[in-house]
């Protein structure tokens, strides 16, 4: 399989809910990706790889992102969806954060990080379970 059979493989996985995001992050990292980020208004994801060369996947639409960045509602649809409550799904994430102003988020494997980002530049920096 190759690197951007992976990346194709990981969005797949996200979007119909068959990987969560630690078994996508594993898959990535031993395939050698350095991260990715989603852009929820151009309705993309990008994947990064150290050695420069990326993949842009389109992605399925989310609601519109809301004017306001509300770090604490994404905080709580983060928490959702780590303790994977009942009815979690990817796309139901994607609507609750861009309906909290989240345009993006950066995911960083190196940083073992995810860095939300509103319209206007406010951020949120979740740190991966068990980072120090």
């Known amino acids: 399989m190759t690197w951007q059979d992976i990346a ?15 078994q996508s992050v594993a898959m990535l990292v031993a395939a050698g990706f350095d991260g990715y980020a989603v852009d929820f208004r151009h309705a ?18 989310t609601a519109p992102v809301a004017a306001l960045f509300d770090a604490a509602i994404v905080r ?17 994430f994607c609507a609750r954060v861009a309906g909290a102003g989240c345009a993006g988020y950066l995911v ?7 860095l939300y980002y509103g319209r206007t530049g406010e951020t949120h920096t979740e740190h991966f379970p068990g980072s120090p």
């Open 76 to 92: 709580d649809a983060i928490r959702a969806a780590q303790a994977m409550a009942p009815g979690y799904t990817y796309h139901g």
């Open 8 to 22: 194709r493989t990981a969005l797949a996985g996200a979007e119909n809910d068959t990987i969560p995001f630690p």
């Open 108 to 114: 960083s494997f190196p940083g073992r990080r995810v």
């Open 44 to 61: 993309a994801r990008i994947y990064y790889r150290p050695d420069g060369e990326t993949l842009r996947l389109e992605t399925a639409p």
